[in-house]
């Protein structure tokens, strides 16, 4: 294939996590998600919970706030703030893993973290707020957040995190070579569309 | 076919407008670029060359300018500036022609103008300067200019204009149902798949 490794970012509920693992087993090479949060627990010793939600959702956080919640005693983080310290990690977990062959990596700005690399494509999965509302409350149920709000709530976050660590807008077209709606597409049709593309 | 209307939205150079008159030839539909300046013409009596620079290319410029170029005399544009009335005649052409049937609209904002249909189906071409620019120097010529600035500055234009009147960031994956670079994916591959999603 032309293409050696494949970046799948999404919006909350949009099906880019499935359709980015159908992909994995159809070209039959390894998917990795939880595998690079347990990666970075080991260089780091954050609990996997912190690397789930900063590794993706970091929040804004000001030099500031840092300085007195963490008392100036940044330890074996070499200064750093934990997330900077992370990012730093997430980094390097993410090109080792691309070094190993061809794969596919979902979220984490790994579009960006490879950009110096040209035998990468990079996949931006969305759909209305409408489908996906209803897509996870049939996956993760409800709860006492209306479906709506946790969309948007995941997807601020997401958003103030690649802009924080990349400089470019989420979901911006030209920071990926497809951005595809699949409500409008159908699933289906964007993993047919992307392993086509792969193996091209 | 599920959807009636083909709006394509395209950086410069991108290929978009070969595309979307291909997908019109496969469809046997209309294809709108140049008959929507005609259609603009008739109604405002602003010339065909200012019609296309600035229904797509408006650029920044403020009611003191305008106040100061026109000395005032709005005729019959109502008190609008020369832009905002283009705008309006503008939007009201793009009505009118999505209104006849099925059809292939190209730049001009139309993703947005037709929001409020369902049967619309929004795609955007973009690729990499540099296949672009090889581009644009194989079918229009060399300038004076350089082509990656030739490109820059239009971009840049499309950009300000839709964000002027949409509200929204040009080239932003939501806008749009497929947002596709035309040099990773192939020109041939974009048509293909756009014919096939209007067919579904």
């Given at each position: 294939?032309?293409?050696?490794i494949l970046?799948v970012?999404r ?9 980015a ?27 996997p ?9 970091a929040?804004?956080?000001?030099i500031?706030?840092y300085?007195f ?7 074996v983080?070499?200064g750093?703030?934990?997330w ?31 950009k110096d ?10 759909a209305?707020?409408e ?15 209306p ?22 807008i989420?979901?911006?077209?030209q920071?990926?070579?497809?951005s595809l709606?699949?409500?409008?597409v159908g ?9 086509d593309?792969?193996?091209?």
């Amino acid at each position: 294939m032309s293409y050696n490794i494949l970046t799948v970012s999404r919006e909350f509920g949009s099906g880019g996590h499935s359709i980015a693992k159908e992909v994995a087993e159809k070209l039959g090479i390894p998917y990795y998600d939880r595998e690079i949060v347990d990666k970075i627990a080991v260089e780091t010793g954050f609990s996997p919970e912190f690397i789930v939600e900063e590794s993706e959702y970091a929040k804004s956080r000001s030099i500031f706030a840092y300085a007195f919640s963490f008392k100036g005693t940044p330890g074996v983080m070499g200064g750093l703030s934990p997330w900077d310290y992370l990012w730093t990690v997430q980094k390097k977990v993410i090109l080792e893993v691309a070094e190993k062959g061809p794969c596919v990596i979902i979220g984490r700005c790994a579009d960006y973290i490879l950009k110096d690399r040209d035998d990468v494509l990079n996949v931006f999965i969305h759909a209305d707020k409408e489908y996906r509302a209803q897509r996870i409350v049939a996956l993760y149920g409800e709860t006492d957040k209306p479906p709506l709000k946790r969309l948007e709530e995941k997807d601020s976050k997401r958003g103030y995190h690649y802009r924080h660590f990349t400089d470019k807008i989420w979901g911006m077209s030209q920071n990926y070579h497809l951005s595809l709606d699949s409500h409008v597409v159908g699933e289906q049709k964007c993993v047919d569309l992307i392993v086509d593309i792969m193996k091209k």
